[in-house]
């Protein structure tokens, strides 16, 4: 006699070729999820498969820009087509494009909306036409405390603000059917994106990341697999009575760490940052 054996978890991460969301993707595999991997770096995605693969579960490539909703309903489609589900949506793909406000140009604003706010929106939705029929499912959404604000980012930190009244909303709407919607927002993390910044400032990393830790409780910076643990626990069942929470992982850190002075205004100009 033959025994059924229920079909494993499916997860689709955004951003999944570095950082933050290749982390979360190796995490997930290790609790037993099938991870679909979406991002604009196939090299990356490379790496990132190969790290879900390393826990004996199944990777798929998805090479799509969140901003466009054809290319994420396409992506996934086929995450659910070739991996036979989906249960869990981290959306972690985010992009930076720092100036001052009389600086910023129109393009550096609308693509920091529409990477880091319209993305996570375009995900959600495509998710939850899935979810919503099954009765069941878990997104977890990026947010940053750069939400409370931030000098020479009023394109990222009115992304991220938005993200947190998309989280807010989404749980209200997809809870009646058994959907749990949250948001993490890192303080401080180790990234390529961190990083750019300490190039961009003129400093070395190293000084960059001692200068945050000195703001934080636990004196130390957010690694991405830090991120990545908090993330698990909002997609296990563990968190199944937690939905439209924004969880703050700063390390006791209250607001952003990222920008501690103040900038003077600029003439306007066209240099893309």
Same mark, same amino acid.
């Given at each position: 006699?033959?025994? $059924?054996?229920?079909?494993p978890?499916?997860?689709?991460?955004?951003?999944?070729?570095?950082?933050?969301?290749r982390?979360?993707?190796?995490?997930l595999?290790?609790?037993?999820? $099938?991870?679909?991997?979406i991002?604009?770096?196939a090299?990356?995605?490379?790496?990132?498969?190969?790290?879900?693969?390393?826990h004996g579960?199944?990777?798929?490539?998805?090479?799509? =820009?969140?901003?466009d909703?054809?290319?994420? $309903?396409?992506?996934?489609r086929?995450?659910i087509?070739?991996?036979?589900?989906? +249960?869990?949506?981290v959306?972690c793909?985010?992009?930076?494009?720092?100036?001052?406000?009389? @600086?910023?140009t129109?393009?550096?604003w609308?693509v920091?909306?529409?990477v880091?706010?319209t993305? @996570?929106?375009?995900c959600?939705r495509?998710?939850?036409? +899935?979810?919503?029929?099954?009765h069941?499912?878990?997104?977890?959404?990026? @947010?940053s405390?750069?939400?409370?604000?931030?000098?020479?980012?009023?394109?990222?930190?009115?992304?991220?603000?938005?993200?947190?009244?998309?989280?807010r909303?989404? @749980?209200?709407?997809?809870g009646? +059917?058994n959907?749990?919607?949250?948001?993490?927002?890192p303080?401080f993390?180790?990234t390529q994106?961190?990083r =750019?910044?300490?190039?961009?400032?003129?400093?070395?990393?190293?000084?960059?990341v001692?200068?945050?830790?000195e703001?934080?409780?636990l004196?130390?910076?957010?690694e991405?697999?830090d991120?990545?643990?908090?993330?698990?626990f909002l997609?296990?069942?563990?968190s199944?009575?937690?939905?439209?929470?924004?969880?703050?992982?700063?390390?006791?850190?209250r607001?952003?760490?990222?920008?501690?002075?103040?900038?003077?205004?600029?003439?306007?100009n066209d240099?893309?940052?």
């Open positions: 006699m033959s025994l $059924d054996h229920p079909k978890q499916v997860a689709v991460v955004t951003g999944a070729a570095q950082g933050i969301g982390a979360v993707a190796a995490n595999a290790s609790d037993g999820f $099938d991870v679909g991997l991002d604009r770096n090299d990356g995605l490379k790496e990132a498969a190969a790290d879900v693969e390393a579960r199944a990777a798929l490539m998805l090479v799509a =820009d969140v901003a909703s054809a290319q994420v $309903d396409d992506a996934v086929r995450c087509d070739d991996l036979g589900g989906l +249960h869990v949506l959306c793909a985010g992009l930076l494009r720092d100036a001052p406000l009389l @600086s910023m129109d393009e550096e609308s920091v909306l529409a880091n706010l993305g @996570s929106f375009n959600a495509a998710a939850a036409r +899935h979810m919503v029929g099954q069941q499912g878990k997104i977890v959404l990026v @947010s405390t750069s939400a409370q604000g931030n000098v020479d980012q009023a394109n990222y930190c009115a992304a991220k603000a938005g993200i947190e009244g998309l989280t909303a989404l @749980s209200l709407e997809l009646p +059917h959907i749990n919607v949250n948001a993490v927002a303080g993390t180790i994106q961190t =750019d910044l300490a190039i961009k400032r003129g400093m070395e990393f190293e000084e960059l001692a200068s945050a830790a703001s934080i409780p004196r130390r910076v957010a991405p697999a991120l990545a643990n908090v993330m698990a997609a296990s069942p563990g199944s009575y937690v939905s439209g929470q924004i969880l703050y992982a700063t390390g006791g850190a607001g952003s760490t990222a920008r501690t002075k103040k900038s003077q205004p600029e003439a306007p240099k893309e940052q």
